[in-house]
């Protein structure tokens, strides 16, 4: 018959199991917890603290498709703007060039300079037209931005059509000197003056140079034609480069009123 004392080791080494088993699952709880604690804190910052990534990456396939949608309606609106940008620029300068033509119309039957809108801050001098590609357009006084925004500006300090030295237009290249890619040397270009007279110019080359090394001088001898815009001609964005037309005066195939014109000028 076992007495008390015998019982007591194996009682004690009873309650020892049992206490190192509440201890270990005490002791799982509580890492558990701190994990779960860590994961809470760093779970924003990265997904690898997560044991499987079952939720981040629940999380992630829920958010991918509103983000694309999202990112999807800006880059459509984006483009939308774009599109709608380029057909305001073209439809204003197409309507623009009507306006002009009514004025130039009048400034050469009155001999006066005439504003296409009472707003301008410019007015018509001269039409140039390439007789080859059947392309035209009205040029204004000056080469500000307002000007530019409706039709080739013909430089100050530059001289008049027909007379000594060179005489130079600028444009966008997308709207009213978008034809300037398509002439060839030899063609003629005629530059009609707010008093009626037409001048053509033949074509003799074109070049791509900075728009602060262009080597234009408006002083130079001879009678030149100079049509400047941006390049490339394609594209989108500004830059330092322009493309510019180079031309000489043709006298032998000048029309308008000849009474107006000093031939002895031109030599």
């Given amino acids: 018959m076992s007495t008390g004392i015998d019982q007591m080791p194996v009682f004690w080494m009873r309650r020892s199991r049992r206490a190192r088993k509440a201890f270990e699952a005490f002791r799982h709880r509580m890492t558990r917890v701190e994990q779960n ?72 039957a009155t001999g006066k300079p005439v504003k296409p809108w009472s707003w301008a801050d410019t007015w018509p001098v001269a039409r140039i037209a390439v007789p080859r590609l059947q392309a035209s357009a009205i040029a204004l006084a000056g080469g500000s931005g307002q000007a530019l925004a409706f039709g080739p500006g013909h430089l100050a300090q530059t001289p008049k059509p027909g007379e000594r030295g060179t005489t ?10 978008r034809f300037l890619g398509d002439l060839k040397v030899g063609d003629e270009i005629k530059v009609t003056r707010d008093d009626g007279i037409t001048f053509t110019y033949e074509m003799t ?61 031109l030599y």
């Avoid at 130079?168 to 000197?177: I, L």
């Avoid at 308008?256 to 000093?262: A, C």
């Fill in 37 to 108: 604690e860590i994961r809470t804190a760093v779970g924003p910052l990265s997904l690898s603290g997560r044991k499987s990534g079952e939720g981040s990456e629940a999380e992630t396939r829920k958010a991918s498709p509103k983000l694309f949608l999202v990112l999807s309606f800006l880059c459509a609106l984006l483009g939308i703007g774009l599109l709608g940008e380029g057909l305001w620029i073209k439809a204003k300068a197409g309507v623009a060039q009507i306006l002009l033509d009514r004025a130039f119309a009048e400034s050469v």
């Fill in 168 to 177: 130079v237009y600028a444009a966008h290249r997308d709207t009213h000197f």
């Fill in 205 to 265: 080359g074109a070049e791509i140079v900075r728009w602060d090394q262009s080597k234009i001088d408006a002083g130079a001898s001879g009678y030149n034609l100079a049509l400047a815009t941006c390049w490339p001609l394609d594209g989108q964005l500004g830059g330092p480069l322009r493309y510019v037309v180079r031309a000489q005066l043709k006298p032998s195939a000048m029309f308008g009123d000849s009474k107006k014109i000093v031939r002895a000028k």
